[in-house]
């Protein structure tokens, strides 16, 4: 018997997860010298999850000159300038 496409887990489409494990939350609270040695693990307190976001990265303006050198941007400028003819 075959599987449903919606229920297949993918690989690439793991997302950021909003609960720790208890040994990843220990590691967060010594971080944060919150952490006693010899204490229980049960009963921990609360751990911030922070999502990472990427940020856009801005492109860098160009120099007319730059652009002229680039053999891209040649090729795109004779094209706009034949456009306007």
Known sequence: MTMDKSLRVRKGSASTRGVLTRAERITKLKEQERWQDGRSPLG?????????????????????????????????AAATAAKKK
Request: positive net charge.
């Open 44 to 76: 921990l307190p609360k751990v911030r999850v922070f999502k990472m976001a990427m940020k856009k990265k801005k492109k860098a303006k160009e120099d007319g000159a730059d652009a002229a050198a680039t053999p891209a941007a040649s090729g795109k």
